[in-house]
């Protein structure tokens, strides 16, 4: 079996870390570099029910696409919920490793997963300086409600379901696609002269004023849903080098749905 190191290596090589945003926590989070690794989990949110399913497993390394630690800490106490997570792993001899914006701007990488999971043409980055999104072109033109009920179809089941905006009627043929959090793309989604837009996160005032400028369609899944697919795809990846290697690892994608919202309800009353 290889070595903790070993595959680290080979990780950093499909995400390297020199690629992560510079406000990122990318890397690994704990693990012994001279472990053996014979199982790996990957899985998007490091949280208590995904560190509980590596020790279910019998995992020796967890792969998640979100950090543990964003913004830095100065303690991994267990009597903080992330530093329990922490002391699980490392008590049941777990690794964690986090790839996150250098994931996002790969080749491939999440808005590619995005895009195949959607049986989507890609053509192209949707913003070409830092490869991030994707410009996709669909097989046959569809209106925005059969590509919305596509993306229903295609992406996990979350609470939050799939929202649009937009002529349910108008016709799609090509779109841009972003795994994740993706309002902050509309003046690249605008130059590139899509149909629709397929990300996560869309915040009121920038899909208000993109409908009032334009006739896009836009399409908003859950932000757990859109980042999904990598998963599936690195877990690919991996097997490929394990492959490659003889090393024989056992390669599991998590089906835990860790979105945070549990429910959805639709208020039947007008604003008073």
């Excluded at 070409?128 to 009920?149: Q, S």
């Amino acid at each position: 079996m290889p070595r903790l190191s070993e595959v680290i290596a080979e990780l950093d090589a499909l995400w390297p870390p020199e690629r992560a945003e510079s406000w990122d926590a990318v890397g690994t989070v704990c693990g012994d570099p001279d472990a053996e690794i014979g199982r790996v989990l990957f899985a998007v949110d490091p949280v208590q029910e995904i560190a509980d399913e590596a020790v279910a497993l019998g995992a020796d390394l967890l792969v998640t696409h979100h950090p543990l630690y964003l913004r830095g800490t100065t303690t991994v106490s267990a009597g903080h919920f992330k530093g329990r997570v922490v002391h699980g792993l490392i008590k049941n001899d777990i690794a964690l490793h986090v790839a996150h914006t250098n994931a996002d701007t790969a080749d491939p990488g999440v808005s590619d997963a995005l895009a195949g999971a959607l049986d989507l043409r890609v053509v192209g980055p949707l913003v070409p300086e830092n490869n991030l999104g994707r410009i996709c072109e669909l097989d046959r033109p569809e209106t925005l409600a059969e590509f919305a009920a596509r993306a229903a179809k295609r992406l996990p089941s979350t609470a939050q379901g799939i929202r649009v905006a937009g002529d349910p009627g108008m016709t799609v043929r090509r779109v841009a696609v972003s795994g994740g959090s993706g309002d902050s793309l509309f003046g690249a989604v605008r130059a590139a002269g899509v149909d629709a837009f397929l990300t996560a996160d869309l915040r009121h005032h920038p899909a208000s004023e993109q409908t009032q400028q334009s006739p896009l369609g836009l399409v908003d899944a859950a932000h757990w849903a859109t980042e999904w697919p990598w998963c599936e795809q690195a877990a690919a990846q991996l097997d490929e080098i394990s492959d490659r290697h003889g090393w024989g690892l056992r390669v599991h994608v998590s089906k835990t749905v860790t979105d945070p919202w549990s429910s959805h309800h639709t208020s039947p009353g007008a604003p008073n």
